[in-house]
């Protein structure tokens, strides 16, 4: 693959460039298997379905053609119905924004599914890697396919490209 050069203009970056260095949806860390690609997680409904609604330009059209988006927040657009995210404001604090990724981790896995990588990685996926204790305590308390069960975390997890509807 030759390496292309994306360049990002929006409200939160200007001029930010960063390099697609391997195919699209390819050649994953093998510590980070998610099970749901960006595109599928749109379409099922994540984020109270506000999200990447000023940075769609940066990331393939067909990922928004069945996405469930709002201009407010709206956890009813969410798969499971239910708000399971911090406000952006909290993320920051807690120090989980870095600048080249300002919008946290869903921004980071898209670039990085389009085939970005970048020294922020290994952190990333140490953080994808933390939410597997939320899916034990969905398979501890509840029957597969009970998806009245846990609806918050199973929509939290969902927030993270793992696909609780198998749980």
Same mark, same amino acid.
């Given at each position: 693959m030759k390496a292309r050069i994306v360049t990002v203009n929006d409200a939160l970056q200007r001029k930010y460039r960063y390099t697609l260095t391997t195919p699209v949806g390819r050649n994953f860390d093998p510590e980070f298997r998610p099970?749901?690609?960006?595109?599928?997680?749109?379409?099922?409904?994540? #984020?109270?379905?506000?999200?990447?609604?000023?940075?769609?330009?940066?990331?393939? +059209?067909?990922? #928004?053609?069945? +996405?469930?988006?709002?201009?407010?927040?709206?956890?009813?657009?969410?798969? #499971?119905?239910?708000? +399971?995210?911090?406000?952006?404001?909290? %993320?920051?604090?807690?120090?989980?924004?870095?600048?080249?990724?300002?919008?946290?981790? #869903?921004?980071?896995?898209?670039?990085?599914?389009?085939?970005?990588?970048?020294?922020?990685?290994?952190?990333?996926?140490?953080? %994808?890697?933390?939410m597997r204790r939320h899916i034990w305590q969905i398979k501890k308390n509840c029957k597969v396919g009970d998806f009245d069960c846990h609806r918050k975390q199973r929509q939290a997890v969902m927030h993270w490209a793992y696909d609780s509807r198998k749980m």
């Open positions: 099970q749901l690609t960006p595109k599928e997680m749109l379409e099922l409904g994540v #984020f109270d379905g506000h999200y990447l609604n000023n940075h769609r330009k940066e990331f393939p +059209a067909a990922w #928004f053609k069945k +996405a469930k988006l709002s201009a407010t927040p709206d956890p009813k657009l969410n798969y #499971f119905g239910v708000h +399971a995210s911090q406000p952006w404001a909290v %993320w920051k604090k807690k120090g989980w924004i870095h600048p080249q990724d300002p919008l946290g981790w #869903f921004q980071w896995y898209c670039r990085y599914y389009m085939g970005r990588r970048s020294d922020d990685d290994a952190r990333q996926i140490k953080r %994808w890697k933390a």
